[in-house]
């Protein structure tokens, strides 16, 4: 074999190298940014739904302590979201509650850890950027299995 021929065979082999050097590289990102987005979450970024501020005053959370006080507060800062979900543990129908927010505008939210779990649910995920729509399925999913159950 020749001078030229090793040559040319040692060029196509670094340009094979290359090639398949930048395929790697560029799988590698493009796999990167599958992963990155499928973990970020719900968009940060997206346009927020603007939800209506309910006139509704809740007890206040520096009554209680705890879980009960995180729930209290919960209901303080995302009105707008409780006063749109459903409650399941039967005060809708037994206490005449129209949604999760109502649990916190009397004592009711003290006692019913569902009431309280929902609106720490909800208010974690309200500032994880879900929609609204979301939170609803998350919470149906969820808690909505123990709705049958309390009535």
Known sequence: MGKTSRNQKSAATKAGKTIN???????????????????????QTAQREVLPKPDVTTV??????GKTRSAYQ????????????????????????????????????????????????????????FTLERIREVVKHRYGRYASLTH
């Not at 206040?60 to 302590?65: G, T, V, Y």
């Not at 949604?99 to 974690?124: P, S, W, Y």
């Open 74 to 129: 919960a209901a303080r800062d995302v009105p707008e979201v409780l006063a749109q979900l459903p409650c399941y543990c039967g005060c809708m129908m037994g206490a005449g509650h129209r949604n999760n927010l109502d649990c916190f505008k009397d004592d009711h939210g003290v006692e019913c850890v569902m009431c309280q779990d929902i609106a720490l649910d909800a208010r974690t995920m309200w500032n994880n950027g």
């Open 21 to 43: 050097m930048v395929l790697v590289v560029g799988a590698v990102l493009i796999a990167s940014a599958i992963i990155w987005y499928a973990v970020k979450g719900p968009s």
């Open 60 to 65: 206040d959370p520096a009554k209680f302590s």
